[in-house]
């Protein structure tokens, strides 16, 4: 197998994260050269980053745990279907979702008009509050999803142990699940922890101002307000250090691993018999449940009745979407496949290149947008690419995904199979097309899946260079909900959502249809 | 005595009954061919598995509605019968509280036992610091500690060699000679059978036999055991 596209890839990676890096600090030396620093109202936004980070990070686990412990002791009806549901947020749409919590918290929202019949005051959700709590949404299921594989890792037979001891359930909480969630709990709170120091499309809908404003959506707003490029780069340098801190932070600790198989088992438990514990878990099944799908419930029963007055803005909009995600997910299979080929056939410093992959992680698309907007602006204009380069960002951003995912499964596959191939001289392209893909097919669509939806869904860099006439789909969301017309937002919503599942589906489906076991 | 009134055991299509009673103090092997249900049968007892019919009577008393912890037996596994982040100390404390808030009594009650094991001096080390016979002698010392009239043993000391595992044997016939404990040991291997005397319960083609005399059964054996011996 040749390697030339390895490195290519390599090459492109590093210029994208480190090259538009350097570029920003390049450019960004002129602020230095002003001696204007950090403002107040910088440090403002630091502050206000890590905060909500914090608040956001501690909240999602904590909500995390006790549905984590439900799930993992109790068999019910659905569950498998409520596991899928916690995966869910991963490929929707950020402005989707924060359209939905609009429906249910929003002024005029589901929970606002309950209090007004009560005669309370309707709550807000801009700022802090709906910053967190719109990250909460996204990430509580997914340190759902971590903490129940750190349940499920506790072997059946130290529960069939306790029960034979007599263990009660708080018994088993100290002895068995506390040290579990000592060991688990920090790298899931880190991981939350780094994804809302990048938030941007929340922060952007629900924020703003200077008591909500991320470094991300000073980057933004010092680009596309200000038009004072020095100062977006050096907020752009501010993130990066936010990120490669956070992200060293997480990676101290043992990352769970993201999208482990096997959750659909249960533990048989004796100690958790009792009727409360069973009220304790009903109750956190259920109202997970309903903070998750509500919401979503709202974004598709309001969608649906304006449909019919779709305008072909939305339509022009949508076929952009689909045109982006579409380079993008090629580009994110050809990336990280022949990515994973190198990794494989390399024998030093194959972790190299595989942290080179990772890389993007910690890096924000905002900064790698700015670094983009500097390099072609002597060039070209910008906007006139700025397709072309969120779809290149938004492959940047899916690449990780889906290393994480091809990467293992191809050294299984050559664990498995390597031997035989040789031994019958299958080498380069044939082996590729006869041993190796067919063994990645599952991991493969997962990945194209993945990368498919993100992009579909993406609302960053494109808000950075986009011309409003030439916006993609989530950015027509985004300024129909500025302008306030909700209905049209609905109907928006609702075809977004469904482009962005059903692109993940066809892949995903892809991959595991006819695939041999 | 230990009585089992018409137990039945399901398991999707796999069924076993079982209909007999065990003196109180007896030593029992249980042994038959691998898949017939001898795990299962055990599994029943410590309440593990539910009975589709039939009781279970200790002392004329229905133990089959009581969840594991609460029946008058502890249950030695093949393996994993200690907790691997748990000193020696820990993991036998446990049979006497769950809380593991010992006063100073329980935690001599608790050296006493290793000290029967012959654990002296090994309090403190963590199972992975034990050898595999030192692991079964600290599971031992829990039985000894939880002082059940009852003692289950699911293949234990599998993992042990011959010149050990007889060791073992030994050792817990001793230890419930002392105890005056009512022993059920499922084998795979007649030899264990042998070692332990007291009676055998063949369990073949969904059946759990009465028990008869070890030594009376292997001297005539009947055709299920004589299929399963091979001879």
Request: aromatic share 8%; with cysteine; proline share 6%.
């Amino acid at each position: 197998m040749p390697r030339w596209p390895g490195w290519i890839a390599v090459a492109a990676i590093l210029s994208l994260t480190l090259g538009t890096l350097a570029l920003v600090a390049w450019r960004a030396e002129d602020s230095f050269g002003l001696g204007s620093g950090l403002g107040p109202a910088d440090w403002a936004a630091v502050r206000f980053t890590l905060l909500q980070a914090t608040l956001s990070a501690v909240l999602s686990v904590a909500a995390a745990i006790p549905l984590a412990r439900a799930l993992a002791r109790r068999a019910f009806p659905g569950r498998g279907l409520l596991i899928t549901l916690l995966g869910a947020p991963f490929i929707l749409p950020v402005i989707v979702a924060v359209l939905g919590l609009l429906a249910v918290y929003g002024r005029n929202g589901f929970v606002s008009q309950g209090l007004s019949l009560i005669g309370a005051e309707p709550i807000s959700i801009y700022g802090l509050t709906g910053v967190v709590l719109a990250h909460v949404f996204f990430n509580m299921p997914l340190a759902t999803r971590f903490l129940l594989q750190g349940w499920l890792a506790i072997p059946a037979e130290r529960f069939r142990l306790a029960a034979s001891l007599g263990f009660s359930a708080s018994d088993t909480a100290r002895l068995l699940e506390w040290p579990m969630l000592r060991a688990t709990v920090p790298g899931a709170a880190l991981v939350v922890f780094l994804i809302c120091t990048t938030s941007f499309a929340v922060a952007l809908a629900l924020g703003g101002g200077p008591a909500a404003t991320t470094v991300e959506l000073a980057i933004y707003q010092a680009f596309r307000l200000e038009f004072d490029l020095s100062r977006a780069a050096f907020l752009s340098l501010v993130q990066v250090a936010i990120c490669t801190l956070a992200a060293a932070l997480a990676f101290r600790f043992a990352i769970p691993a993201g999208f482990g198989a096997g959750l659909d088992r249960t533990r048989q438990r004796w100690d958790a018999a009792h009727w409360t514990l069973r009220a304790v878990d009903t109750a956190a099944i259920l109202a997970a449940t309903l903070f998750l799908l509500v919401p979503l419930a709202l974004v598709v029963a309001r969608g649906f009745p304006a449909l019919p007055d779709l305008s072909s803005a939305t339509f022009a909009a949508a076929g952009r979407s689909l045109w982006v995600a579409a380079i993008s997910t090629a580009l994110t299979g050809i990336t990280a496949l022949s990515l994973a080929l190198l990794i494989q056939s390399l024998r030093r410093g194959a972790q190299l290149v595989e942290g080179i992959g990772y890389l993007s992680i910690a890096a924000s698309p905002l900064v790698i947008g700015t670094g983009l907007f500097i390099a072609i602006f002597p060039f070209a204009s910008p906007v006139a690419l700025a397709l072309p380069v969120t779809a290149v960002v938004n492959t940047a951003m899916s690449l990780p995904f889906a290393l994480r995912a091809l990467v293992p499964a191809l050294a299984e596959a050559e664990a498995a199979h390597g031997r035989l191939a040789d031994s019958l001289g299958l080498t380069g392209w044939a082996r590729l097309r006869l041993v190796l893909l067919p063994r990645l097919r599952r991991p493969l669509g997962f990945a194209l899946g993945l990368a498919a939806a993100l992009s579909m869904g993406d609302l960053g860099v494109i808000a950075l260079f986009a011309d409003p006439s030439e916006a993609t789909l989530p950015l027509l969301l985004y300024s129909q909900m500025s302008a306030y017309r909700m209905d049209d937002a609905a109907a928006s919503g609702l075809v977004l959502i469904a482009l962005s599942l059903l692109a993940f589906w066809i892949f995903d489906r892809g991959g595991r249809a006819n695939a041999h076991a | 005595m230990l009585t089992l009134d018409g137990c039945r055991i399901v398991q999707g299509d796999f069924a076993l009954t079982a209909d007999f009673a065990v003196n109180a103090g007896a030593r029992v092997s249980i042994i038959g061919p691998s898949g017939a249900g001898k795990s299962t049968l055990l599994a029943a007892i410590a309440g593990f598995l539910p009975l589709a019919g039939g009781r279970i009577l200790w002392t004329g008393k229905d133990i089959a509605v009581q969840p594991p912890g609460a029946r008058p037996l502890s249950i030695i596994f093949q393996d994993n019968n200690l907790f691997p982040h748990l000193t020696a100390f820990q993991n036998v404390a446990l049979g006497l509280k769950p809380s593991l808030r010992l006063a100073e009594s329980e935690a001599a009650q608790v050296r006493d036992a290793l000290a029967r094991t012959g654990l002296a001096g090994l309090e403190d080390r963590k199972p992975s610091e034990l050898s595999g016979g030192q692991q079964s002698r600290v599971a031992l010392a829990r039985v000894l500690l939880r002082g059940r009239p009852i003692l289950l043993m699911d293949e234990p000391f599998a993992a042990l060699g011959p010149a050990l595992r007889a060791e073992m044997l030994d050792l817990v016939k001793t230890l419930a000679a002392e105890t005056g404990a009512t022993l059920l040991m499922v084998s795979h291997d007649p030899a264990d059978a042998k070692r332990l005397g007291g009676q055998t319960v063949v369990v073949a083609e969904g059946r759990a036999e009465p028990p008869v005399e070890t030594g009376l059964l292997f001297a005539d054996p009947p055709q299920v055991l004589r299929d399963y011996l091979g001879d």
